[in-house]
């Protein structure tokens, strides 16, 4: 069992759980230069990641964070004229920009667009060129990468970075760390992309249950109590700890129904779709999702056109050759729409409550 209460999480309780995926990192990192980390949103991608550098920090090891999440929000505010300060941005930004001049410096060929992952200031930099080769561990990680802009130019980078991390043993000592979301993984092309430079991808998906209960007991003591049993966040979201706080803020502002209704609606107007782009009416490709999801069919019997839509409308992700759903719920009302012939546009329009979601 791992409780690690030595780190704080976003949710202000104890790192929970993870032993073998935090296994996966320590193994890979022996000889993987580039490590993507992928799953369903609020899976823990980001907190891994934190948790996993942050142990291993030391005199010699340093770590930057490049957030394009915190990059994008930032633009925002600053688009309405709220001016945003980060302590860290500008020397995480820096060193990466360091890093990567240290990769243009070997005159790898890069098609960089130094843009897309860097901006700023150049003081910094012959610093940490003489740092970094110094140091016995620099790991650079870049979280949310499916939020940067330009997708296409930041595979480009990301292939010729970690192709250049694999070959150069100059580099050897430094670590690329990759969060992304699983749509962005599997509707880019960006696995084939890094194949065979040093790369390894890791899932990162629900907590198991028993980690997930003692996560959302610590989550409720230390805020006096949930209105939300735990039974009700598993049925909407599985046992992904971002949705603790997200369920239960629902539930207090008596928004719960209609979160769950606006799921629904969103459920029902991917299917549409999907069920336009494949070809295939509703009914049917409810039915062989189910099947996807029970692992009695394989992911691309759906229909990859289907998928391709539920992807990008995070609905379902890939997970191998199976197919998942990202919110329990989505499952919950397939197989009621499925067993019990009730249709997805009567889900939508009236929602259930939340005894209801605990009968399907
Ligand atoms: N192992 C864990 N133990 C305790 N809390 C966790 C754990 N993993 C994640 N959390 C908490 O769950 C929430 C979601 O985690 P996180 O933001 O890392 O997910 P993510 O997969 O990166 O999400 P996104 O898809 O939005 O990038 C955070 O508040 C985080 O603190
Ligand atoms: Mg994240």
Not at 111 to 127: I, M, N, Q, S
Not at 220 to 234: A, S, W
Not at 253 to 264: A, D, W
């Amino acid at each position: 069992m791992l409780r690690d209460c030595s780190y704080v999480t976003g949710l202000s309780t104890c790192f929970y759980d993870r032993a073998g995926e935090l296994g996966e990192l320590e193994r890979g990192l022996r000889w993987a230069h580039t490590i993507v980390l992928y799953g369903p949103r609020s899976s823990g991608k980001s907190e891994l990641v934190r948790y996993y550098v942050s142990r291993r920090l030391g005199s010699d090891v340093i770590a930057v964070v490049f957030d394009a999440r915190r990059k994008r929000g930032t633009k925002f505010f600053e688009s309405l004229g709220v001016e945003v300060v980060h302590l860290d941005e500008s020397v995480a930004l820096r060193a990466l920009d360091a890093i990567l001049k240290i990769l243009e410096g070997l005159r790898v060929h890069m098609p960089l667009d130094l843009r897309t992952l860097t901006h700023g200031a150049r003081e910094l930099y012959k610093v940490l060129l003489s740092v970094v080769s110094s140091l016995s561990e620099v790991y650079v990680v870049v979280d949310e990468a499916h939020l940067l802009e330009e997708r296409g130019a930041f595979i480009r980078d990301l292939e010729a970075v970690a192709g250049a991390l694999a070959k150069y043993r100059e580099l050897s000592n430094i670590r690329l760390l990759v969060t992304s979301s699983e749509g962005f993984i599997s509707t880019t092309d960006i696995y084939s992309r890094l194949r065979g430079y040093s790369e390894k991808f890791i899932a990162v998906e629900e907590l198991d249950e028993e980690h997930f209960k003692m996560l959302y007991e610590e989550y409720c003591l230390k805020r006096g109590g949930c209105i939300t049993p735990l039974n009700i966040i598993e049925a909407i979201a599985g046992r992904l700890p971002g949705y603790i706080a997200e369920v239960e803020w629902r539930a207090r502002s008596g928004e719960l129904e209609s979160f769950i209704k606006v799921e629904l609606e969103k459920l029902l107007g991917a299917m549409v779709e999907a069920s336009l782009a494949e070809g295939v009416g509703l009914e049917q490709l409810a039915r062989k999702l189910v099947m996807a999801f029970e692992g009695s069919i394989r992911y691309y019997e759906v229909g990859l056109r289907a998928l391709e839509v539920l992807i990008e409308r995070n609905i379902v992700y890939e997970r191998g050759l199976t197919v998942k759903p990202q919110l329990a719920l989505y499952a919950r009302a397939l197989k009621l729409a499925v067993e019990k012939g009730v249709t997805l546009y009567s889900l939508a329009e009236r929602g259930f409550d939340v005894g209801e979601l605990l009968e399907l």
